[in-house]
């Protein structure tokens, strides 16, 4: 039996959205104890990715440190790595090294976002996989 990216995927998403200011991402990354979130629009079709790098290389232009515009609106990768539910796991475990990515959202046959799959997931399969044998 093939584990697939439906297998191990986190379905309790944390999601942002286009509009999402700076303090609300923050806010939630830092809460959330996560390192980035997918963003989707109203229809849960990911338009991208926001990470805690992408929130410090939208601060990198400020000159005086802590003066940010928390008002302002996300900056977010929009070309997300994504995979679909059927994914073999040895294809995601593939895009995780090649890619340097810490999370890859999961999509459904409709393109909907249906979970996510992050480093530590991949680490915890193997972990256990390893402690059966």
């Known amino acids: 039996m093939t584990t697939c990216a439906k297998d191990i995927m986190t379905t309790e998403l944390i999601l ?3 509009d999402m ?9 830092v809460n959330n104890r996560i390192t980035g979130m997918p963003v989707v629009d109203e229809h849960r079709h ?22 940010i515009d928390l008002n302002q609106k996300i900056r977010y990768t929009s070309k997300a790595t ?4 059927d ?7 593939k895009l ?8 890859v959202p999961v999509l459904n046959k409709k393109n909907e976002l249906i979970g996510i799959v992050t480093r530590r997931d991949i680490m915890r399969i193997m972990f256990y996989r390893s402690k059966k044998i």
């Open 21 to 29: 200011t700076l303090e609300e991402a923050i806010t939630t990354l």
């Open 87 to 93: 994914a073999p796991l040895q294809e995601i475990f």
């Open 16 to 18: 942002a959205h286009p």
């Open 96 to 103: 995780f090294l090649e890619k340097r990515i810490r999370r």
């Open 82 to 85: 994504t995979v679909h539910e």
């Open 46 to 67: 990911i338009v991208g990715v926001v990470s805690e790098y992408d929130i410090i290389k939208s601060m990198e232009s400020i000159d005086e440190y802590p003066k």
